[in-house]
């Protein structure tokens, strides 16, 4: 074992100690920051680019450095370097200042040979600090005997508060799971239950991890899940910490966590003087066995005692570079301190002993290549794929190294390969491991030409690949308005930022939860079982103010003169007003009333009280405008209850105003009606046809469609009242059968009269009462000859059609010969269709009487 000892005799070695949240590294920044020049090796690269930022705030970019394995950013006169342990130089680098954050780590089997070199051999001139846990002393105090050890309290407490399940896990909670596909189901079942959770593992490029732990420490979301990695400083908010599982593989076996392991990860929650708690993760993840902490690791983890670490794991720093052989063998030679273990086999001495037996490796002579080749294979394993894997890509690497740099076109080839953001979580994982070893070769200043181009290219497709990255963990893991309502459900209605877009899609912060139809609340389609009752809890907390706005709105546009707008597309139809289709107000008669009542439906009715009445009193409004052209009805409502009419003009006013505008003479009752009743009658718009008693007036289209739309005329409706239409077996109210064709009763009488007074002049010269009858008017009218003469057939004109001109005959053809006799019995099926009785028919009959 080599130890470099410091010679300036005013130099301190202080090893600061304690938990987690007891402010060792900020000490050490304000320490570093206080010399001339320093340094600080650190575990991971996301720290030591998390405390570059906070001492270029301090010192300024141009003097602060930060290099690990994969970027370098060294301003050429940079006096303070933050780095990892890896990058960090054996003696020091000659600064003023020099640290080594979680020294303890020199227990690590994987990386606890590097740890120890620093803590024997980084020095400061001026001072140097061992950062780490209490566990660390009785190793300092036997390997570095100078130092001065301080032990230093945690500003907070920890506390044990047993196992709570992910739907009761408190805000703010952190929960450490052990590997990937733990991680991704308890992510997933947040997802569901609480809106979401970041996601931090150690596989995430330092990018991603730093993007979600800003979805975290944003407030955006209230969980993070983690690996074990969170116990390595990461910075977070955290109240508690909750364990997903307290077994792990640490590369050999399956094993618990000892408590100083628990420990390190707990004791993320808390921070400053903020208290924090710990437990487990009540039920397991996919139904399994809850974990449990014992009495005794309980009480370790709350009073920070733990068993002290007896052996830090050493490898030779300085071997000979002789042969690979003698190589091997330095890397292998036990230490000869009593405190110092030989480290396990790491990646590194693995590829190199798998190599050593390949051909390629009897061409490596002379210090030189031995060097370069160890080099090649002390690049980190990043994909994680084992050591065969691994050994197969640093071969292929040094077939191109051997001979010297490696070429820029090359290395861009490759770069370029990976430059592709499509695919899945693992997918992009895969492909950042990847570049990440393409950003560690460019680093190298002798593998590489054209260095700095490539290394630019390197980092900038690991930054987009992170970008994906993070947009697939976010778009699997975080339902981010889930995370929101969680989050407001609790507060004032008011406060809730809802919105509401033109299209009627209801938002929060953005976030669409439903859609408005009217003023009727959807939840989201794409919502699952488990959101939909938090939906619907936040649109009923407030919503209500912003319906009444949007009644309203409604109400002004209503009102007469108004401008209209897109928002008043309120309809009459089936017997109720609608606004895009959803029921404002339904239509119901009332004894003793002339017109329909207006009840208000569910969703108008759960209005606030103002809102409700404004909009109920501009439907009232809206409605007397369309009955206007119900006037002549109402007028024919009010003759029938004049006494003064008789009985018999009553009677057929009542069987009119069933028929809602026309009734056949036989079911009129004309027989019994005075004549000295009919001027009368028809001086309020009634009209007494050869075989229908009409009102004109109520035959034209806009009353025909709104008695429709009120519901009070169920027959099939013309809503244009076209003169002439295509027969049916259910015949249009207001409408006769002609044949194939059907035609309005007043144009039918029209045709009637005409046919009549051709009759009347033709009497006096026929002496048998036959006569010409014309069929221009009806043909003009869109009947066809034969259904003509199908029309007046019912009204007792018979046609004599003449006989055809005899072959080779010349001259006009002779004319048909028409008669008149009155029809003792209408055949049933050219009667009009009588009015329905029951329903509002009945109803409004009933008014009537």
């Known amino acids: 074992m080599r130890c470099h000892h410091p010679t300036v005799a005013d130099h301190t070695i202080t090893a600061v100690l304690g938990p987690t949240n007891t402010g060792k590294t900020h000490l050490a920044i304000e320490r570093m920051c206080g010399h001339s020049s320093g340094a600080i090796g650190f575990p991971l690269r996301l720290l030591a680019r998390e405390v570059y930022d906070r001492v270029c705030a301090i010192k300024g970019e141009a003097n602060v450095a930060l290099i690990t394995g994969e970027q370098r950013i060294e301003p050429a006169d940079a006096k303070y ?31 606890g040979h590097l740890f120890t070199d620093r803590l024997l051999n980084a020095r400061g001139r001026e001072e140097t600090m061992l950062l780490g846990a209490a ?27 047993g196992p709570r399940k992910l739907s009761r896990l408190p805000p703010r909670s952190a929960i450490v799971a052990f590997s990937s596909e733990q991680v991704y189901a308890v992510a997933e079942m947040l997802r569901r239950l609480r809106g979401g959770a970041a996601v931090v593992m150690g596989a995430l490029s330092p990018e991603t991890r730093n993007k979600q732990v800003a979805l975290f420490q944003n407030g955006e979301v209230d969980y993070i899940v983690a690996t074990d990695a969170i116990g390595m400083g990461l910075n977070l908010d955290v109240t508690h910490v909750a364990f997903a599982g307290l077994t792990k593989f640490d590369g050999v076996r399956t094993r618990r966590l000892v408590p100083a392991e628990m420990a390190q990860i707990a004791g993320r929650a808390g921070r400053h003087q903020r208290d924090g708690t710990f437990g487990t993760l009540g039920g397991g993840i996919g139904g399994g066995p809850s974990p449990e902490f014992t009495e005794e ?44 273990r030989l480290a396990p086999e790491a990646i590194d001495l693995a590829t190199l002993k798998r190599l050593a037996d390949e051909p390629l490796a009897a061409q490596i002579r002379g210090a030189g290549q031995v060097r370069r080749f160890w080099e090649a294979c002390s690049l980190p394993d990043f994909r994680q794929r084992g050591p065969d894997v691994h ?20 290395v861009a080839a490759r770069i370029s390969e990976l430059d592709n953001m499509a695919g899945d979580i693992d997918t992009l994982q895969g492909r950042i491991a990847a570049i990440r070893s393409w950003a560690y070769i460019c680093q190298r200043p002798d593998w590489v030409l054209a260095r700095d181009e490539m290394d630019a290219r390197a980092r900038a497709v690991e930054a987009r690949l992170s970008d994906a990255l993070h947009a697939r963990l976010t778009e699997r893991f975080v339902n981010r308005r889930t995370a929101l309502l969680m989050k407001s459900l609790g507060e004032d209605p008011a406060m809730l930022p809802i919105a509401i877009d033109a299209d009627g899609t209801v938002r929060v912060e953005e976030e669409p939860i439903g859609r408005l139809e009217g003023l009727r609340f959807t939840v989201d389609h794409a919502a699952g079982h488990a959101d939909r009752k938090m939906l619907l809890a936040a649109a009923e907390k407030a919503l209500p103010r912003l319906l009444g706005e949007r009644a309203e709105a409604l109400a002004k546009e209503l009102a007469p003169g108004a401008s209209a707008s897109g928002l008043t597309q309120v309809t009459l139809s089936r017997g109720a007003l609608r606004w895009d289709e959803q029921v404002l107000a339904t239509l119901a008669m009332r004894d003793g009333a002339v017109r329909p009542v207006l009840e208000a439906s569910r969703e108008v009715a759960a209005l606030p009280p103002s809102s409700r009445a404004m909009l109920m009193a501009a439907l009232e409004g809206w409605l007397d405008t369309k009955l206007a052209v119900l006037d002549p009805l109402e007028k024919l409502q009010q003759a029938s209850r004049d006494p003064e009419a008789g009985s018999e003009a009553r009677a057929l006013l009542l069987n009119l105003i069933a028929g809602h505008g026309f009734v056949s003479r036989e079911q009129a009752g004309i027989e019994h009606l005075p004549k000295e009743t009919r001027p009368f009658l028809r ?32 027959r099939p409706l013309e809503a244009a009242m076209l003169p002439v239409i295509a027969g049916n077996r259910k015949l249009p109210a207001g409408y006769r059968n002609a044949g194939s064709q059907a035609i309005r009763v007043d144009l039918a009488e029209k045709i009637f009269r005409a046919a009549h007074e051709a009759r009347a002049k033709a009497q006096g010269a026929e002496r048998r009462g036959k006569f010409v009858l014309d069929l221009a008017l009806p043909v003009s009218i869109g009947l066809e000859q034969g259904n003509a ?17 005899a072959e080779g005959a010349f001259g006009p053809p002779r004319p048909h010969r028409w008669s008149w006799r009155p029809a003792r019995r209408q055949p049933e099926s050219s009667r009009p269709a009588p009015p329905v009785e029951g329903g509002a028919f009945a109803e409004l009959a009933k008014l009537m009487r």
């Open 297 to 340: 690791e309980i009480y370790a983890i709350e009073e920070h005692r733990f068993a002290p670490l007896t052996k830090l794991f050493w490898r030779e720093p300085q071997p000979r570079f002789d042969s690979i052989a003698a190589l091997v063998a330095d890397l292998e030679t036990p230490p000869a301190h009593e405190a110092l």
């Open 81 to 111: 370097l933050c780095c990892t342990v890896e990058a960090m130089p054996r003696d020091g680098g000659n600064r003023a200042f020099v640290a080594l954050d979680e020294a303890q780590l020199s227990a690590d089997r994987e990386r």
């Open 391 to 410: 050994a197969r890509f640093v071969a292929r690497l040094w077939q191109d190294l051997r001979g010297g740099y490696l070429g820029a076109d090359y």
């Open 789 to 805: 003469e199908r029309l007046l057939g019912q009204a007792g004109f018979r046609v004599e059609h003449a006989r055809a001109l």
């Open 683 to 714: 001086r309020i718009g009634v009209t007494f046809g050869a075989l229908d008693v009409f009102a004109p007036a109520l035959l034209k289209p806009a009353p025909r469609q709104l008695l429709a739309a009120l519901g009070l005329d169920r």
């Open 135 to 161: 566990t660390l002393a009785p190793l300092v105090r036997q390997l570095v005997p100078e130092a001065e050890i301080t032990q230093r309290p945690r500003f907070s407490t920890l506390k044990h508060i």
